[in-house]
């Protein structure tokens, strides 16, 4: 299936950027090097795309990329170099809320982008016992014994570890919608 083809048959359970990034990052331009354009075009749209993903992405960056791949268009020596470059105007053309959710809300509504992930625990499941806080290596875990743990989300690096450290499943990972949770350590109701 092409690059175009993957673009118009997403799914709710699909992020656009991730796609894309994972497109870019196994055509054949990467490794080619015969022209500048197929080459760095792609290295560009690569190191671009993967801040987009990594909550890193600037507000000129669709622009920087729309520029490139109208470049690439023009300029790629190969079909290859510029049909990736037509999937990204497409997937910006088509899907401009979701760069821009990604870019200006830093979230993933797909919630596959794991660094739009986010831990939290459930205060009517905790029950303090503090497994999670010795598990997480950053300690952004917060808490005593017999009181509902809080997760710091920007000392929080996404690991995952405190979620298979809980053993009462009151650790959840969420995307766009958030539960709510206290914001500071409270007694367990449990």
């Keep these: ?52 993903t990594e909550k890193k992405g600037r507000s000129g960056d669709l622009d920087l990329m729309k520029d490139l791949c109208q470049m690439m268009k023009t300029q790629s020596l190969c079909e290859t170099g510029e049909e990736i470059a037509e999937a990204v105007l497409a997937a910006i053309q088509t899907y401009p809320a979701d760069f821009e959710a990604h870019i200006g809300k830093k979230a993933c509504k797909a919630g596959v982008c794991k660094k739009f992930m986010t831990y939290h625990i459930l205060a009517d499941k905790c029950t303090g016992c503090g497994d999670c806080m010795d598990e997480c290596e950053e300690d952004a875990i917060q808490g005593k014994s017999r009181f509902v743990h809080i997760i710091l989300q920007d000392e929080c690096t996404q690991c995952g570890a405190c979620l298979s450290a809980c053993e009462e499943d009151a650790i959840v990972r969420a995307g766009l919608v958030k539960p709510k949770c206290p914001r500071k350590p409270v007694p367990c109701r449990r």
């Design 1 to 52: 299936m092409s690059t175009l083809e993957k673009i118009k048959n997403l799914k709710e359970t699909d992020c656009i950027v991730d796609i894309l990034l994972k497109e870019v990052r196994a055509n054949q331009c990467q490794t080619c090097g015969k022209c500048v354009f197929g080459y760095e075009g792609i290295t560009q749209l690569e190191l671009t795309l993967g801040d987009i």
